[in-house]
């Protein structure tokens, strides 16, 4: 399995602005996806990364919201955009190898005040 | 899209006691995996299992992918059996057009 690391680990940052938060993977994987978890609740697909392209967003997320980048096949930014209190989330990265299991990294805690 | 839902909605065992958590699903799958969230927030892999049966010591996984449902089972819980189990399916579609689904999940309170 793919061991995923995620940065920052958690943040509280003020309404209006920004946060990046960086997917780094140990192994080159095909197919890399940002989901968010609000409190409580279950996840949901933001968007896939598509390396050397621009990603692909679920219904209901833009990318002038989410900007994504995908660089190389190991490694992944998701950007939360003039943040509001709504924001607030965990955000989880994730991966596919081989055939359809996915792995997930730890998760970005988001608190927007 | 697929519909995915997730029964009971919230357990609570004494520990030693046995569980069932059912996932329903509205459409054919290529892949379901059900994951652990543990109470820091973790997802963990318990189960790729699109169909058939698995065991990994005290938990397994039945998918009836005919009938589009799949059951876990907990066997002699214990308190860090705690957390939030989810179901989750992808499909009808192949390829890069594929992606998983969550369920709503099944919050499960494990007392000593």
């Known amino acids: 399995s793919a061991v995923i690391s995620q940065k920052p680990s958690r943040d509280i940052c003020q309404r209006g602005t920004s946060l990046t938060i960086q997917c780094q993977v140990d192994?080159?994987?095909?197919?890399m996806f940002w989901y968010r978890q609000q409190p409580g609740q279950s996840l949901t697909l933001i968007a896939t990364a598509n390396q050397g392209s621009e990603a692909t967003y679920e219904s209901g997320f833009v990318i002038d919201k989410f900007p994504i980048s995908r660089p190389n096949l190991t490694f992944s930014t998701l950007t939360v955009s003039n943040m509001s209190p709504e924001d607030s989330s965990i955000y989880l990265c994730?991966?596919?190898?081989?055939?359809?299991?996915?792995?997930f990294g730890p998760g970005t805690r988001l608190t927007v005040t | 899209g697929i519909q995915v839902e997730q029964s009971p909605p919230d357990l609570i065992l004494q520990e030693g006691a046995n569980s069932t958590l059912r996932c329903n699903f509205s459409?054919?799958?290529?892949?379901l995996q059900w994951f652990h969230q543990n109470p820091w927030g973790q997802l963990i892999n318990l189960f790729y299992?699109?169909?058939g049966t698995k065991q990994n010591g005290r938990l397994s996984a039945t998918t009836v992918a005919t009938e589009r449902y799949s059951l876990l089972y907990i066997s002699s819980s214990q308190t860090t059996d705690s957390g939030v189990y989810f179901c989750a399916v992808d499909g009808p579609q192949r390829g890069t057009a594929s992606k998983l689904t969550f369920g709503t999940g099944t919050r499960l309170q494990v007392t000593l």
């Open positions: 192994s080159q994987v095909t197919m």
């Open positions: 299992i699109p169909s």
């Open positions: 459409d054919s799958v290529n892949n």
């Open positions: 994730s991966v596919r190898q081989a055939a359809y299991e996915q792995y």
